[in-house]
């Protein structure tokens, strides 16, 4: 259920081939996915794909293979589904029918799992726990990455399906030895003959039980290499077809999922669907980012589904910041809980009727999070505050847009990379959050308070207009002291009760809670303590106030979007060919669990930096006028419901 969490396993890896600019990135994209069981062998061909189009979709991720085969196989090994009527060929035929309506097929494999069959004819093939015993979930048998069903069977099995199908692309689920099986049971480190011999030739020593950094690269280098053997593979039988998948350097479409699951701790993520295509689009720009909205609660009730108004939110994310509009559902498309598919057919019929607007986007932002592959507090922290502040903004994982794109800002979630030293220098502006100390000189670490309970002193209230009515911001976990003079300094923790008692021993001290100058012929904030993490948890206001200031404080020539909007407005600011589009996604109908239809807005102002002549809001069908005021062009939205789209030309 945490599919983001791969964007941090593959970090680093090295590009495997150049970005192919194949049908996935000239073609508006709306994907949808039926999930099939192999019970649904035996669905109707025509009405799977008469139901596919009449909901609008224009690609359907379809069951292929691995666990169980939907067409007649010839591979020994590879099952083909018990269900399978004789003589038929349930993917062929949909494959057939839906290329005739104009509806691409991406296949989906699992080669994570298959029968005893194999396992008793080739026990080495297979993931082996401390002990030697294989793991068994409901009866089909672990595989290992690094044993003969991935690295030899899988080839014959996709070459066979390749050679057979004119498939779109191809999907692998649960690529990678997992962690834990769908129970959510640890599965330790496979402790096969295979995995043994290749970690002892690498790093000289045997395999640990538990995951280390070792282990961690070993296994990423088992995933990569498996991955471009694949990638190979389709593109010397099917150059036309793409690899989906999440290792984002070697597939083509870059996949990730917005899911819920009942034990995940709360809160809830809202921009769940924006973070996860923000980061792949403006990391790989070259790539499309599916990033499917499930469709149900977690894996034990995958036939109940979330809220409506969820659907709705993660659909509109999608395609706001350059993605494909994907659902997913289990089974086929005649559903026992109706809800979701009843939420996104209004959005998918709206999608294709406005479909030229759905391709080509990219990132028109000037201001750059990085993230770094994590996907923790500290970034949720400072990406709501970003979208709250309607800063347009990218995520990006890496540095590989340095020298390609400006940046007005980066704003970096955790210790600098290196790299960014020289982007200041040459005039750069960063804020720096988080007690890590960058790799560069912003002062003499002095010492790190672990995990401290105090208050920072807002000593200049000029530099931090939102803070007027207060003098202090409070802080709790990790705080590096370094040398230097602040506008914001450190109270270290003093007596908090009883009542009469409370604070009545604080001392002020000089030590900086921020650390803001000029570096080479750039600028940088540095707040040395976990500030997007406190945000993402409390949502103070004068954390919000800190932020909102230093960004404003660091913007060379202003914001480039400004606006009335409510906060739970999030707006999104793309280009696309000769025009720019500005997304409006209302986020008012989100409370804690609970998604209910957005509250209606009236009367948004809206200036975008640039030269523009007219703005068009294409749900409520309207021309707006068009005030240009200095370098920025104005106009104003009369009303926003979920979702509006305006186009500046
Ligand atoms: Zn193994």
């Excluded at 924006?274 to 034990?300: E, G, L, W």
């Excluded at 670490?445 to 401290?452: H, T």
């Excluded at 009367?603 to 068009?626: C, E, K, Y």
């Amino acid at each position: 259920m945490r599919a983001t969490i791969f964007f941090a396993f593959f970090i680093g890896m090295t590009a495997a081939s150049a970005a192919r600019q194949g049908w996935w990135m000239r073609e508006p994209i709306r994907w949808v996915q039926t999930n099939l069981r192999e019970t649904d062998a035996a669905l109707e061909p025509g009405r799977l794909v008469s139901q596919v189009a009449a909901f609008d979709a224009n690609v359907l991720l379809m069951a292929m293979g691995g666990i169980s085969a939907f067409y007649p196989t010839r591979v020994k090994f590879h099952h083909q589904s018990q269900y399978l009527p004789k003589g038929r060929d349930p993917f062929g035929e949909v494959l057939r029918l839906a290329h005739a309506r104009g509806i691409r097929v991406v296949g989906r494999f699992d080669l994570s799992k298959t029968h005893k069959e194999a396992f008793d004819a080739h026990p080495e093939w297979f993931f082996r726990q401390a002990g030697g015993r294989p793991v068994v979930y409901n009866g089909l048998y672990q595989t290992c990455l690094n044993g003969g069903y991935y690295r030899e069977k899988s080839i014959e099995i996709l070459t066979e399906a390749l050679e057979r199908y004119d498939v779109d692309g191809l999907f692998f689920n649960m690529f990678s030895n997992p962690a834990s099986d769908y129970s959510g049971n640890p599965l330790g480190i496979c402790q096969c003959d295979n995995c043994k011999r290749l970690f002892r030739s690498r790093f000289g020593r045997e395999l640990p039980l538990s995951p280390d950094a070792d282990y961690r690269a070993f296994l990423r280098e088992s995933a990569r290499s498996m991955s471009e053997t694949i990638a190979r593979l389709i593109r010397s039988k099917r150059p036309n077809a793409a690899l989906v998948g999440t290792s984002p350097d070697i597939t083509d479409m870059v996949f990730s999922e917005s899911n819920t699951a009942v034990r995940r701790p709360l809160p809830l993520w809202p921009y769940a669907s924006s973070d996860n295509v923000s980061r792949a689009r403006n990391t790989y720009p070259h790539k499309m980012a599916i990033n499917q909205c499930m469709s149900f609660i977690d894996f034990p009730w995958r036939f109940a589904t979330v809220p409506q108004e969820e659907i709705r939110i993660r659909l509109w994310q999608n395609v706001a910041h350059g993605g494909a509009a994907a659902l997913n559902m289990h089974g086929t498309m005649e559903q026992e809980d109706r809800m979701a598919l009843e939420a996104a057919r209004p959005v998918y019929r709206w999608l294709k009727e406005h479909q030229e607007y759905y391709a080509g986007q990219s990132s028109a932002a000037r201001v750059l999070l990085f993230a770094g592959g994590r996907d923790d507090a500290a970034v949720r922290g400072l990406f709501r505050l970003l979208a709250e502040e309607h800063i347009p903004f990218g995520t990006v994982d890496n540095l590989d847009w340095l020298g390609k794109r400006d940046a007005d800002l980066v704003i970096v979630a955790g210790p600098a990379p290196r790299e960014l030293d020289r982007f200041i220098q040459d005039g750069g502006r960063v804020l720096l959050t988080g007690p890590g100390a960058p790799p560069f000189d912003l002062g003499k670490p002095v010492k790190l308070w672990k995990d401290v309970q105090g208050y920072f002193r807002i000593r200049d209230h000029a530099l931090f207009p939102s803070l007027r009515s207060t003098n202090l911001a409070f802080m709790y976990g990790d705080y590096l002291e370094v040398e230097g003079r602040s506008p914001v300094t450190f109270i270290p923790p003093s007596m908090f009760g009883p009542p009469e008692l409370v604070h009545v021993d604080w001392k002020d001290t000089d030590a900086p809670g921020l650390i803001l100058r000029n570096y080479g012929r750039g600028r940088v904030a540095w707040l040395p303590w976990e500030i997007g993490k406190l945000y993402y948890l409390h949502s103070s206001q004068a954390h919000a106030g800190l932020l909102r200031d230093l960004v404003d404080h660091l913007l060379p020539d202003g914001r480039q979007l400004k606006t009335s909007a409510h906060p739970l407005v999030e707006i999104v600011l793309m280009r696309q060919g000769d025009r720019h589009l500005v997304h409006f996604v209302n986020l008012s109908g989100h409370s804690q669990t609970a998604y209910f239809d957005a509250v209606p807005m009236r009367q948004i102002r809206v200036q975008v930096a640039g030269r523009f002549r007219s703005a068009r809001a294409l749900r409520s069908g309207s021309s707006l006028p068009v005030s240009q005021t200095g370098p920025y062009a104005g106009f104003t939205l009369p009303e926003l419901g979920g979702y509006e789209l305006v186009e500046l030309r």
